[in-house]
């Protein structure tokens, strides 16, 4: 069974400050897919980033971008230039695709809190 | 606008009852989901149905049942068999296309116990 490893309970940020937020996965699938979502206190899940393993180039979403190293199954992702509204709880997830199951495994989370 | 809905957003349940959450798509997704999150927890998966009339167990199905009679459709009843129900219950869909293969998540239902 796949397990994602979010190291950080919970970090913090000053605004306009650069941070990065660690994740690990465990796998045997040499095909899938790795995520972060953010829920904000709404609690609404947001999609913030999404990387295909058998994609070399880290994927970049505007200020938010990732480390990719599938030899140590790790999955970091950065955000730049930080903002008060990045605060949030952030989810790293990982997908297989076998067979059309699309299960999503989630990481439990790291508290990112951004002060002014 | 297409999405996913969940109601109600708050749900109440005394003990020995079994209450059902409601989750609607109208993003003509194959597949839905619903997951618990509990503090500190993250996400599990309690079910997932990949098309019209059949679902399968995730991690954590006990307590719990699902119905796929519609594909716009994948309600959960939390059964009394749940001796923990008190959870943010959250449902989501995807469509199979490859290389755009992503889950969209509904607002969510926080269940307690009277």
């Known amino acids: 069974a796949q397990t994602v490893t979010q190291s950080q ?13 660690s994740c690990t996965y465990d796998t045997s ?8 979502y953010k829920q ?5 899940m947001i999609l913030v980033i ?26 970091s992702l950065k955000i730049s230039d930080s903002q008060l509204g ?19 495994v989630f990481g439990k989370g790291t508290k990112l809190t951004v002060n002014p | 606008d297409g999405g996913i809905t969940q109601s109600p957003k708050y749900l109440f349940r005394k003990e020995g009852q079994n209450v059902t959450l ?8 194959d597949a839905m989901y619903w997951y618990r999150q509990d503090p500190g927890q993250g996400l599990r998966l309690i079910y997932y149905s990949q098309i019209v009339n059949d679902f399968q167990k995730g991690d954590i199905a006990e307590g719990y049942s699902v119905s796929r009679e ?31 293969e992503k889950l969209f998540f509904g ?8």
Not at chain 1, 50 to 68: D, L
């Open chain 1, 9 to 21: 309970p919970e970090m913090s940020v000053q605004e306009a400050e650069t941070v990065t937020l």
């Open chain 1, 29 to 36: 699938e040499s095909n899938y897919y790795l995520f972060w």
């Open chain 1, 40 to 44: 904000p206190p709404s609690r609404q």
């Open chain 1, 50 to 75: 999404r990387q295909e393993a058998y994609k070399q180039q880290n994927a970049t979403e505007n200020r938010f971008s990732v480390n990719f190293q599938k030899a140590a199954k790790s999955f």
């Open chain 1, 86 to 104: 990045d605060t949030a709880m952030y989810f790293c997830a990982f997908m297989k695709t076998k067979g059309g199951s699309e299960k999503l």
């Open chain 2, 22 to 29: 409601s989750c609607e798509q109208n993003l003509n997704h």
């Open chain 2, 70 to 100: 519609k594909k716009e459709s994948f309600p959960l009843t939390v059964t009394s068999a749940q001796k923990n129900p008190t959870a943010f219950y959250l449902c989501a869909s995807s469509i199979f296309r490859p290389g755009n």
């Open chain 2, 107 to 114: 607002s969510g239902t926080q269940l307690s116990v009277l």
